[in-house]
């Protein structure tokens, strides 16, 4: 059986528009949750926005440096952000967001842009691979992400679970921002 075109789209769509929301999340909950990813995004300056979409009208997030590594998230569509990682097609999204093509392969395979400061936009990539490694189990982490560290299993465990309380609660309304 197969799915047609507009079908299939409509899924992809639905898809990364959930899996956005849910790494804008993620990242929030993890850089209240974790050191090193928080050292990484100390980087960013108080007010920085960073968002990531399909071009076009496709889904989209938006997340704001709070100046200290952590993250809140920007609800609605607001200014432009100051670092804006778009991805040039849905197909090239869900690749990405299904973890069959981790986020450094994207870029490089120009399905994915970044406009604004490139030395920040590398910090979110290492960010981005740091919470994969964390939150995605092993087998799929390894698809998604090059290089990816190596933390014993319990630190693994604890350090996933509150990045997905973190994420729990900010759908119930309590960490959302």
């Keep these: 059986m197969s799915i047609s075109g507009s079908l299939k789209r409509l899924l992809q769509r639905a898809y990364v528009r959930a899996m956005l929301t849910i790494v804008a999340r993620a990242l929030v909950a993890a850089s209240r949750a974790d050191p ?3 050292g990484e995004l ?3 300056p108080r007010g920085c926005r960073v968002g990531m979409r399909v071009l076009g009208t496709g889904p989209s997030m938006t997340i704001e440096s709070c100046g200290d590594g952590t993250f809140r998230r920007v609800a609605g569509a607001g ?3 100051d670092l804006a990682i778009g991805f040039k097609h849905l197909s090239h999204a869900f690749l990405v967001l ?5 986020t450094a392969l994207a870029f490089a395979r120009d399905r994915m842009i970044a406009d604004g400061d490139v030395a920040l936009a590398t910090r979110l990539v290492r960010c981005l691979n740091r919470l994969e490694s964390v939150i995605l189990p092993g087998v799929v982490a390894r698809r998604a992400v090059k290089r990816h560290p190596r933390l014993p299993a319990l630190e693994k465990l604890a350090l996933a679970t509150r990045i997905y309380a973190g994420v729990a609660l900010g759908f119930v309304g309590a960490g959302g921002r």
């Design 98 to 102: 299904s973890f069959q093509e981790g």
């Design 42 to 44: 100390a980087a960013f």
């Design 36 to 38: 090193v990813l928080r």
């Design 79 to 81: 200014a432009r952000p």
